[in-house]
């Protein structure tokens, strides 16, 4: 997404919101002591109700979460998040010449998150959960929107090994069924 790049000193730390789904006020508290560089793990408080949960992130996002506190002791606030992302996400509409970028909020991340996750798991108990969510009602409001067209093209796989099924979901495909010669059938979007 051109927007996080554009911001090259916030990129880390937006690129933890659309990979998290954390709220930028949450992600404003966590310090480097709540990032577990080893096992890839970032850990967040709740905010506004929400539950404390733990996040496995990318090689990518560690990474780069890691040379964002070598230089930094502290991620910004939420409204200076805020500011900074409006200047990123206006400097790429106006490079692109395409004036509906401006609509993108920061929050809208978190958004973002929400429905890729349902989108590819199809459960709206983990989208609860990893949102922190206490309630189905508050979750069901960044979902009740997606449809996605049924007519989609997907990447097919079977395999008859627990490990290599393990594998798979961990990746991403999702489990489809089993056939009757013990085939157990996946798939994910293109």
């Given at each position: 997404?051109?927007?996080?790049?554009e911001?090259?000193?916030?990129a880390p730390v937006?690129?933890?919101?659309?990979?998290?789904g954390?709220?930028?006020?949450?992600?404003?508290?966590?310090?480097?002591?709540?990032?577990?560089?080893e096992?890839?793990t970032l850990?967040?408080?709740?905010?506004?109700g929400h539950l404390g949960?733990?996040?496995?992130?990318?090689?990518?996002?560690?990474a780069?979460l890691?040379?964002?506190?070598a230089?930094?002791?502290?991620?910004?606030t939420s409204?200076?998040?805020g500011?900074?992302?409006?200047r990123?996400?206006?400097?790429?509409?106006?490079?692109?010449?395409?004036?509906s970028i401006?609509?993108?909020?920061?929050?809208?991340?978190r958004h973002?998150y929400?429905?890729?996750?349902?989108?590819?798991?199809?459960?709206?108990m983990?989208?609860?959960?990893?949102?922190?969510?206490?309630?189905?009602e508050?979750?069901?409001?960044?979902?009740?929107?997606?449809?996605?067209?049924?007519?989609?093209?997907y990447?097919?796989t079977?395999?008859?090994e627990?490990?290599?099924?393990k594998k798979?979901?961990?990746?991403?495909?999702q489990y489809?069924?089993?056939t009757?010669d013990?085939f157990?059938?996946?798939?994910?979007r293109?």
């Amino acid at each position: 997404m051109k927007i996080i790049t554009e911001s090259r000193s916030n990129a880390p730390v937006y690129k933890t919101l659309m990979e998290t789904g954390l709220m930028p006020y949450e992600l404003s508290k966590v310090s480097k002591e709540d990032i577990n560089f080893e096992t890839r793990t970032l850990t967040a408080k709740g905010f506004k109700g929400h539950l404390g949960r733990t996040f496995k992130l990318t090689e990518e996002t560690t990474a780069m979460l890691g040379n964002y506190f070598a230089k930094h002791t502290k991620i910004p606030t939420s409204k200076a998040l805020g500011h900074s992302w409006i200047r990123a996400k206006n400097r790429v509409a106006e490079r692109l010449q395409e004036p509906s970028i401006k609509t993108i909020r920061l929050y809208d991340l978190r958004h973002y998150y929400a429905t890729m996750l349902y989108a590819k798991t199809d459960k709206i108990m983990l989208v609860k959960q990893q949102l922190g969510h206490r309630k189905i009602e508050t979750t069901m409001i960044y979902t009740q929107l997606i449809n996605f067209n049924e007519d989609e093209e997907y990447n097919c796989t079977a395999t008859k090994e627990a490990t290599e099924a393990k594998k798979l979901v961990e990746h991403g495909w999702q489990y489809v069924n089993s056939t009757p010669d013990g085939f157990m059938l996946y798939r994910k979007r293109k």
